[in-house]
Nanobody, 115 residues
Framework: QVQLVESGGGLVQAGGSLRLSCAAS????????MGWYRQAPGKQRELVAH???????NYADSVKGRFTISRDNAKNTVYLQMNSLKPEDTAVYYC?????????WGQGTQVTVSP
């Protein structure tokens, strides 16, 4: 069982920055694929970015060049640095962990970007 706890969400003006953190429990963090997803009201949950155990990353086109995902295996933590935020980035952001064929989710953290 993996437990994920997100933090760092909040309200920010357009053009601002936020850094999300996700702390994971368990001893398998280092070999898991970690990701950030988001879900805006009335929309489906979508992948924002993910990072595999070796450090390779993948981003949604909508956030490329603005968001950066990173991980600290010593701290069992994954981060999402979000710069140049836009109102359309407003959503609940969820941390995910994929390991041994199973996906685990955090409870989500709200990010609101005002015009």
């Amino acid at each position: 069982q993996v437990q994920l706890v997100e933090s760092g969400g909040g309200l920010v003006q357009a053009g601002g920055s936020l850094r999300l953190s996700c702390a994971a429990s368990g001893s398998l963090f280092g070999i898991s694929t970690m990701g950030w997803y988001r879900q805006a009201p009335g929309k489906q949950r979508e992948l924002v970015a993910h990072i595999i155990s070796g450090g390779s990353t993948n981003y949604a086109d909508s956030v490329k060049g603005r968001f950066t995902i990173s991980r600290d295996n010593a701290k069992n933590t994954v981060y999402l640095q979000m710069n140049s935020l836009k109102p359309e980035d407003t959503a609940v952001y969820y941390c995910s962990s994929f390991i041994h064929g199973r996906m685990y989710w955090g409870q989500g953290t709200q990010v609101t970007v005002s015009p």
